[in-house]
């Protein structure tokens, strides 16, 4: 037991001796779970509802869709950052989905010449001076964007022009995470977010 006892010494001084390995900081982040749908998808709630009129419309009138803005910032806050694309999404959906219904929609945003590059061509612009001076619009679908915890919520109307009457109206909720893109990890309101490997 004499002999024992110092073994035991002996023992414990040299695991006290031994460096111990530095605490581990948690890299698990939360995974990014996707939307199930697509904008386009949760935009086409959004036809169906502007569909249901009022009142049958002219045969000839013409319908154009404008951006959507966030709610509080209707001249100058078009939406950025997480929503970034969001906005003009919404309304390529919305023009393609009422196109295919049958509606007389306008591509107001067509230049007058196709302009040519090296490696592609375009006839849509947003310069004003390229455009036509008098746009022969109807109706339009406008709308606004309000950011809730969880989701967009849009809001839109098919207006018209003339006389500013509201023809029909829907609403429907994005997910906030229906633009994310493929990144591994992204930070999305101050969290670290990890997609598959």
């Known amino acids: ?58 045969r000839n009138s013409r319908i154009g869709v404008s951006s959507f803005y966030f709610a509080d910032g209707l001249d100058t806050k078009l939406m950025t950052e997480q929503a970034s694309g969001l906005s003009q999404q919404i309304q390529e959906s919305l023009l393609t989905q009422m196109t295919q219904l049958g509606y007389h929609t306008v591509e107001y945003r067509l230049d007058n010449n196709i302009t040519l590059s090296s490696n592609a061509d375009n006839v849509l612009s947003r310069d004003l001076n390229k455009l036509r001076e008098r746009q022969k619009i109807d109706l339009i679908v406008t709308g606004t964007v309000t950011r809730q915890q969880h989701a967009y919520i849009v809001n839109a109307r098919l207006v018209n022009i003339n006389s500013k009457q509201v023809l029909s109206a829907g609403s429907t909720e994005i997910p906030i995470n229906v633009m994310w893109g493929n990144e591994k990890i992204q930070q999305r309101d101050g969290l670290l977010y990890r997609s598959e490997y």
């Open 1 to 58: 037991m004499r002999l024992l006892l110092p073994l035991l010494l002996v023992n414990l001084a040299a695991c006290s001796l031994i460096p111990q390995p530095a605490p581990s900081i948690s890299t698990r982040a939360p995974k990014a779970a996707m939307a199930p749908y697509t904008v386009n998808d949760y935009v086409n709630t959004l036809t169906v509802q502007l569909s249901h009129l009022k009142e049958p419309l002219s």
